[in-house]
T-cell receptor
Framework: NAGVTQTPKFRVLKTGQSMTLLCAQD?????MYWYRQDPGMGLRLIHY???????AKGEVPDGYNVSRLKKQNFLLGLESAAPSQTSVYFC?????????????FGPGTRLTVL | DAKTTQPNSMESNEEEPVHLPCNHS???????IHWYRQLPSQGPEYVIH???SNVNNRMASLAIAEDRKSSTLILHRATLRDAAVYYC????????????FGKGTRLHILP
């Protein structure tokens, strides 16, 4: 049982390049989330999904797109990377969507945009 | 948004208990109190949560004040592996889908 995995672990992009971050979970969770964490800061929610085929905006969605074509995968895309998107990206999943649920986090992807 | 206030950092000696405080004076009656921690270079992990009563699990204990305006995460016997950033989070009614992370408390464990 791998839990939540993220690919890749590290990436360096040039301004304007595009890339996709992959998140996979093997716990059959309905809900998945993408967060970013900047130095010395807490996590901020980018987008989330409440089920296969659905996505919704979080706190900081601009410059990102997401897709949830399969229940176990949640993709985060950067169409035209900017230096302000340099950050550590965390994916999470949860079985419920209420005040008692537990979110399970992946190990993170460290992205640098030059 | 209901907010939490935590000290920026704390230190504790190894093998001693640690009490991590959190103030949440604007908490409403239906908000749950959650704690997560983030070890260096890792994603956050769930620690514990509660509503009104004190809670215990294998990782920690959560002591909630009677008026619910504050809570304390208790690590009974800290180890070096417990050095992490600890986040106190309120899960609010009508905001079920979101966890709002603050800056947390960075806990240093002294050998």
């Amino acid at each position: 049982n791998a839990g939540v995995t993220q690919t890749p672990k590290f990436r360096v992009l040039k301004t304007g390049q595009s890339m996709t971050l992959l998140c996979a979970q093997d716990m059959n969770h309905e809900y998945m989330y993408w967060y970013r964490q900047d130095p010395g800061m807490g996590l901020r929610l980018i987008h989330y999904s409440v089920g296969e085929g659905t996505t919704a905006k979080g706190e900081v969605p601009d410059g990102y797109n997401v897709s949830r074509l399969k229940k176990q995968n949640f993709l985060l895309g950067l169409e035209s990377a900017a230096p302000s998107q340099t950050s550590v990206y965390f994916c999470a999943s949860s079985p419920l969507r209420d005040r008692t649920d537990t979110q399970y986090f992946g190990p993170g992807t460290r992205l640098t945009v030059l | 948004d209901a907010k939490t206030t935590q000290p920026n950092s704390m230190e504790s000696n190894e093998e001693e208990p640690v009490h991590l405080p959190c103030n949440h004076s604007t908490i409403s009656g239906t908000d749950y109190i959650h704690w997560y921690r983030q070890l260096p270079s890792q994603g956050p992990e769930y620690v514990i949560h509660g509503l009104t009563s004190n809670v215990n699990n294998r990782m920690a204990s959560l002591a909630i004040a009677e008026d619910r305006k504050s809570s304390t995460l208790i690590l009974h016997r800290a180890t070096l592996r417990d050095a992490a950033v600890y986040y106190c989070i309120l899960r609010e009614a009508n905001r079920d889908d979101k966890i709002i992370f603050g800056k947390g408390t960075r806990l240093h464990i002294l050998p």
